[in-house]
């Protein structure tokens, strides 16, 4: 499968082994299909909502999370008091301000919290990473182009014409690294491929994309050395990190079971 630089972010991993190759050609396709990535800090920094936008929130007080509807800014969007908003909580219907920087919240979508846990759902990895770039640069609108967006591709193009913040450029492998986590845990095709590879193997991610990945070709990232790749491979790194984690987790469990 060809990558351009636009491809929905993917990751394969060079090793000579056969069986190894093949979990390669699988993890891409996993990374690359259109799966649900939940549990995504949109919010640092400034927060900008709009009328009607579903969050869960808490107060210093609350063990459950409350669902509520944005009415309208508490503040101007350029002074001191611009994280203020006033919302009304969609179950006492109860109004209020809050300083929504200072507060675990979150977006949410779906009318359905599974135990309480900050939902917003995405239909791939890549919309998640873009949907937050878009947030946390200012940019709703684009934000909200990126939410509705068909494929992962679109997504990204979209995400393309954003103005990256500072905060942004210092965050973005921080997201990324949450949302491959989200998605391994969310996965259970991801975490057998990734759990089934050896300690040795090398990721790598075939996008012409310096940072991310391998700045070459699937063909020329399998046929080239590690060392030779053109890109910084980010990607794979955090690819390889995670599974390395994972490995650790199921090795704590199995002996947390023996005792």
């Not at 200072?102 to 919290?113: A, G, I, Q």
């Not at 989200?182 to 259970?188: F, G, L, M, V």
Request: aromatic share 6%; charged share 30%.
């Amino acid at each position: 499968m060809k990558k351009t630089a636009e491809s929905e972010h993917c990751s394969v991993h060079k090793d000579t082994h056969p069986n190894e190759t093949e979990n390669g050609n699988k993890l891409s396709e996993i990374i690359a299909n259109k799966e649900i990535v939940r549990n995504v800090d949109n919010a640092s920094g400034n927060v900008h909502l709009k009328a009607n936008d579903k969050i869960i929130y808490k107060l210093d007080s609350d063990e459950q999370w409350r669902k509520a509807t944005v009415l309208t800014r508490a503040g101007k969007a350029t002074g001191n008091n611009r994280n203020w908003y006033n919302i009304q909580d969609d179950e006492s219907e109860e109004r209020k301000s809050v300083d929504l920087s200072r507060l675990p919240w979150k977006y949410t979508d779906s009318d359905v919290l599974d135990n309480q846990t900050p939902v917003h759902e995405l239909e791939s990895a890549e919309q998640a990473f873009q949907t937050t770039k878009a947030l946390r640069s200012g940019d709703v609108v684009a934000a909200e182009r990126i939410r509705n967006s068909k494929t992962a591709l679109e997504a990204k193009r979209i995400g393309n014409l954003v103005q990256k913040s500072s905060q942004w450029k210092d965050t973005e492998r921080d997201v990324m690294e949450q949302i491959i986590s989200a998605k391994i845990n969310q996965c259970e095709e991801m975490r057998d491929t990734l759990s089934s590879c050896k300690p040795s193997v090398i990721f790598g991610h075939p996008v012409y994309d310096m940072y991310w990945g391998t700045a070459l070709s699937y063909e020329e990232t399998v046929k080239t050395s590690p060392r030779a790749w053109p890109g910084k491979n980010i990607m794979g790194d955090i690819i390889a990190h995670a599974a390395e984690n994972l490995r650790k987790s199921i090795k704590k469990k199995k002996s947390s079971e023996k005792r």
